[in-house]
């Protein structure tokens, strides 16, 4: 079961604030312990919305939006994507990740379509 866990924004995270050295190491130390476990496929940080862009659809109609968007908590900051044998191993492996932020933060962990769920 693929999964993408996404380290959700906060209000540090959108004014581009970057993590300490010591967060920075820790993450690096449980990125090794995913990748020795085999279940890393992907994984990033994302620059504030500030930098971004949206493109809303409507009909053929295309319009850009320039960033930053909505409340930081409904926004992401990075994620990861995993190979797990099901959401209860993905838990498990989330509860051991360092705190991604200085303050209180959330990640969010959701199922990715296979091929399977469409037949």
């Known amino acids: 079961m693929r999964v993408i866990v996404f380290v959700k924004a906060t209000?540090?995270?959108?004014?581009?604030?970057?993590?300490?050295?010591?967060?920075?190491?820790?993450?690096?130390?449980?990125?090794?312990?995913?990748?020795?476990?085999?279940?890393?496929r992907a994984a990033d940080g994302l620059k504030p919305?500030?930098?971004?862009?949206?493109?809303?659809?409507?009909?053929?109609?295309?319009?850009?939006?320039?960033?930053?968007f909505a409340q930081p908590r409904e926004l992401v900051a990075g994620f990861w994507l995993w190979e797990v044998k099901d959401m209860d191993e993905a838990i498990a492996w989330a509860k051991r990740c360092p705190n991604?932020?200085?303050g209180p933060s959330e990640l969010e962990i959701r199922p990715l379509y296979e091929m399977s769920d469409f037949q």
Not at 12 to 39: C, R, V
Not at 51 to 61: E, T, V
């Open 100 to 102: 991604p932020m200085t």
């Open 49 to 68: 919305s500030s930098q971004g862009k949206r493109i809303a659809f409507n009909g053929p109609g295309r319009t850009v939006i320039n960033g930053p």
């Open 11 to 40: 209000e540090e995270s959108e004014k581009g604030t970057l993590p300490t050295a010591e967060l920075l190491a820790a993450m690096g130390k449980y990125n090794e312990e995913l990748q020795a476990a085999g279940l890393i």
